[in-house]
């Protein structure tokens, strides 16, 4: 009898066939996209049946955010989130994605107390399904990032607007439109970039520091409010949906206005990103 012939697959980016399900996206072939100029797409999830659904859509990377505190919770931030319910929500979509890049986040709490909680708090994310460990904040994280890559946890950093640290910023407000403030971000991405962060999300910052801090970094940068010159974007599924409570930020597009299903709607962000049509700076970047 005759092998059977394995179908092609469908390109990284674009909805999958029904014939030929997605490669699993790899950190080494988002490393591969970078270098070859291809932007990175990220959303959040918090449940199987939205995994399922980015998955199939063609998003690249998943990330079980600390956000589903405000989206699913009801809270005012994402510091009432703990580890366990991190643990459960990461399970969630572990289960119902089957090639997307799964990053989950480390919550307020889980590793401020040092190189020993940090390990193993990820440890159960990592166990709980998560292919990466996102953590917030620079300077005093960098020991960190080393001691899990150390250990073989990948770690997404996060830099600027960080939301655990809301009340010690002032509120959600834009960060580095001052020289001083500016290099200070600057610094930290280069020492989480040291320390082996291979991902470095940046939140609200002006458009310009985005993209000087994304040519120097040696890992993928992905932007929320960073304008459109980082290697990569992400946003709230619930935000670029429309169906978060109050007014969304300025960098948020309804995808969902127009589109005939939520399907349609993330694979509209999908090519979008893709393409570089979004985020256009003049709407969604901010400058110093």
């Not at 580890?83 to 480390?106: F, K, P």
């Not at 001083?180 to 458009?207: F, K, N, W």
Request: proline share 7%; glycine share 10%; with cysteine.
């Amino acid at each position: 009898m005759p092998a059977e012939s394995t179908p092609p697959q469908a390109p990284y980016g674009a909805p999958p066939r029904a014939d030929a399900p997605r490669k699993p996206v790899t950190l080494h072939r988002l490393r591969a996209m970078r270098e070859a100029g291809e932007k990175v797409t990220m959303l959040t999830a918090y449940d199987a049946a939205s995994a399922s659904l980015l998955d199939a859509a063609g998003v690249d990377c998943l990330l079980v955010g600390d956000s589903l505190g405000m989206v699913m919770q009801g809270h005012a931030s994402t510091l009432p989130v703990t580890l366990e319910q991190m643990v459960y929500h990461t399970q969630c979509v572990a289960r119902g994605n089957r090639s997307a890049w799964l990053i989950a986040d480390l919550p307020f709490g889980s590793y401020q107390g040092g190189v020993e909680q940090a390990v193993a708090s990820s440890v159960a994310l990592m166990q709980a399904g998560a292919q990466m460990i996102k953590l917030e904040g620079g300077g005093w994280t960098a020991p960190l990032v080393a001691a899990l890559v150390e250990r073989g946890i990948p770690v997404c950093a996060h830099l600027g607007l960080t939301p655990q640290s809301v009340h010690a910023l002032g509120g959600y407000r834009i960060q580095g439109r001052d020289t001083q403030s500016a290099d200070t971000l600057r610094r930290h991405a280069a020492e989480l970039g040291a320390a082996g962060a291979a991902m470095l999300v940046l939140e609200l910052v002006p458009s310009d520091l985005a993209a000087d801090i994304s040519a120097d970094y040696p890992g993928i940068t992905i932007g929320i409010g960073a304008g459109a010159r980082t290697h990569g974007q992400v946003l709230v599924l619930h935000d670029m949906l429309d169906i978060t409570r109050g007014p969304k930020p300025r960098f948020v597009r309804n995808f969902m206005q127009g589109a005939p299903s939520v399907l349609d709607a993330v694979r509209s962000y999908v090519e979008a990103v893709k393409e570089g049509s979004f985020p256009d700076e003049a709407v969604h970047g901010y400058t110093a």
